[in-house]
Structure formats: structure tokens, C-alpha cells
């Protein structure tokens, strides 16, 4: 079987991380926006992770949370397998500073 090039790796890696996020916001009622800015070192990012829910008419009550990090790191990976990697870390985060999600789905239909 031929190995993947980068361009079908680096969309693969994409689709996982929108999966990740999207599952995230599902899951807690909210929204999820990834904000990326240079810092003042040459070739450095930070990476924003934010969620947000406001009051909902199901009275779900409001949630935000937000994680910020910079890439490139001590690692060596590449930058779409660091952020699904932090996408799957943050899911964990905001689970555990929202209840694990169950208040989410304790307003469901």
C-alpha cells in the first residue's frame, strides 16, 4: 500500500481536530474558537483555545473557558498533529471544568 503523501496526512490531521472540536461544542452547548497570533519571537506562535456558551432559553447555564499555549514547543511535531493533540487535550479540560458535559445533556430534548 503507498504511504500517504503530506498534503492527504495534513488534511487528515484537520479533519480530526474540526471532529475533536466540534464534538466538544456538541457535547456542552457551546461554541469553540481557535485564535492564532505571532508573539514577538521570530517563527513563535500562541495558540487560543476558547469556549463559550451564554444563558440558553433551555436554561443551560453560561460556561466560557479558555486554554492559551505557544507552538512551536520543546516537540518536534508537526503543527496540525500538535493542535488535534491540543484540541484533545482541551475537550478534556473544558469537560472537567463544565462537569464532564453532563449539564449539557441533562437539558437535552
Given at each position: 500500500m503507498p504511504r500517504k503523501n503530506k498534503t492527504d496526512r495534513e488534511l487528515g490531521w484537520l479533519r480530526n481536530v474540526w471532529e475533536e472540536l466540534a464534538a466538544a461544542e456538541m457535547r456542552h452547548?457551546?461554541?469553540?474558537?481557535?485564535?492564532?497570533?505571532?508573539?514577538?519571537?521570530?517563527?513563535?506562535?500562541t495558540v487560543r483555545l476558547e469556549i463559550?456558551?451564554?444563558?440558553?432559553?433551555?436554561?443551560?447555564?453560561?460556561?466560557?473557558?479558555?486554554?492559551?499555549?505557544?507552538?512551536?514547543?520543546?516537540?518536534?511535531?508537526?503543527?496540525?498533529?500538535?493542535l488535534w493533540g491540543r484540541a484533545d487535550r482541551f475537550a478534556d479540560e473544558i469537560a472537567l471544568a463544565d462537569g464532564g458535559g453532563k449539564v449539557a445533556q441533562q437539558y437535552d430534548g
Open positions: 452547548g457551546a461554541f469553540i474558537k481557535v485564535i492564532m497570533q505571532p508573539t514577538a519571537s521570530r517563527g513563535v506562535f463559550d456558551r451564554p444563558d440558553t432559553p433551555k436554561g443551560l447555564p453560561a460556561f466560557s473557558y479558555h486554554s492559551m499555549v505557544r507552538y512551536p514547543s520543546g516537540d518536534n511535531t508537526e503543527f496540525l498533529a500538535w
